[in-house]
């Protein structure tokens, strides 16, 4: 079983659920893949699905946290400004 592969499932799952730190481990489980995929192709081991899995996972936790980044950064300026608007 190759330990990159393994490390980048691991990765790509917790990159969905912990938010901001998700950014970065949504990063590190694409680029163990990468690798993972690499090395396995040049040693024939296990954990093609795996290294596949921690992908699409990871692609999918920065795809998440980066539009939770965008949510909470849009909100923050519409509610900064709205106070300005109408203030109380």
Same mark, same amino acid.
């Given at each position: 079983? @190759? @330990?990159?592969?393994?490390? =980048?499932?691991?990765?790509? +799952?917790?990159? +969905? /659920?912990?938010?901001? !730190?998700? +950014? !970065?481990? $949504?990063?590190?489980?694409? &680029?163990?893949?990468?690798? $993972?995929?690499?090395?396995?192709? &040049?040693?024939?081991?296990?954990?093609?699905?795996?290294? !596949?899995?921690?992908? !699409?996972?990871?692609?999918?936790?920065?795809? +998440? *946290?980066? %539009?939770? /980044?965008?949510? %909470? &950064? &849009?909100?923050? /300026?519409? /509610?900064? =400004?709205?106070? *300005?608007?109408?203030?109380?």
């Amino acid at each position: 079983m @190759n @330990n990159k592969a393994m490390t =980048s499932f691991i990765t790509g +799952i917790m990159s +969905i /659920f912990i938010p901001l !730190v998700g +950014i !970065v481990l $949504g990063i590190m489980g694409i &680029l163990y893949a990468r690798r $993972g995929l690499k090395e396995i192709e &040049l040693t024939g081991e296990e954990g093609r699905t795996y290294a !596949v899995a921690g992908k !699409v996972c990871s692609s999918i936790g920065l795809a +998440i *946290q980066i %539009v939770l /980044f965008i949510i %909470v &950064l &849009l909100s923050y /300026f519409v /509610f900064s =400004s709205f106070h *300005q608007i109408f203030p109380s």
